[in-house]
């Protein structure tokens, strides 16, 4: 190569149109130049640096756009790369390399997750020209953020939420609406904060109607939040409408969600039952207690004959059998009386193979109290609302 070669607007011009899209190494190939002269001439063109020349940004600045933050976390790497695959390249300048992320990517993987990010955060144009449902996403954001606050909570606020809890009448979503946090939030403060209180459950007789389920599902498609969704059908807690998303859809992860609904009406691409995903439900789960409990009696009657004494050891399980593994009560040299235990609410003495903390007779007992309890607060939910 000639030293000192003049530039040629030949050459200029494919610098420009390549900066920060080809390595510098790879430039400087193409037009026979070494590294050195490339950057000089970059720089008196006034180019910029390498990363900010090309239709992408670097994931540590895209990142604190989005967020609206001041400081880089890596916890982006892991909740957007490693789980919702999030489209990141690496790029090499020189012998330094740095992780970018092309614009338009961004874009298709942003509106496919438009639940999880808080636009409301993320500047106006901060990132340049924007699709035409940001807008709308940002605004339904801010007004999600006015309803529910994510900063920490006060004192003054801990010691609303015990008031409101001791008063027990009010729902997840009055109390919610009083203190502008999410039922999640408000049930993980009263864990936090050790309280033995919970809102009292909404009243059983209100059933979802065909319109409520149609304006959940347009209501997902636009990326509401669920709180959004259950004011909009009539004032149900975020709790509700979680269940009935879950119930139909085995997830309550809206992005999901909308991934299946597609443009199609509430139902629309819902997954097929299993039995893991039925089996919490009340219809399921009793009939198939029954089944368990009659299949046990079948089967201690008929297998466990050789275990004569299991009745009275305390090392015989109702569902795993022997917990010594021993093949008869005959030879076994590990036989063990039941302990008998004490109940803290009478202090009697009773017999059972399961660590207990009260006795049969208490249990039933607090049983009832909480069935007459759950009675009176529903008959006074109905009162008002009368």
Known sequence: MAGGRLWTAEEEAYLTEKWGTLSIPAIAKKLNRTVHAIKNRASRLHLGPVLMGGDYVTFNQLALAVTGGSKYHSYQMKSWVENRGFPVHTKKVIDNSFLIVYLDEFWTWAEQHRGFIDFSKMESLALGAEPDWVAQQRRIDAISYANQRKDPWTQQEDQRLAYLLKQHKYTYAEVSRELRRSAGAIQRRCR?????????????????????????????????SYTMIGDACGGRSEKAVRGVVFNKYHTENADKVRAMLGDGPWGTGAPEPTVKSEKHKETVRKPMARLCGLLLTLRNSMDFGEYWQKDMCQHWNAVRGCTMHRTDCDSCTKFQRIRPQYCRACGGEFLEQTEQTYCPKCRAMRKKQAQRKYAILNRRQERRAV
């Open 192 to 224: 936090d904060l050790g309280l033995k209180e919970r809102p009292v459950r909404e009243s059983p007789h209100n059933p979802w109607s065909d319109e409520d389920l149609q304006l959940m599902a347009d209501m997902i498609r636009q990326g509401c």
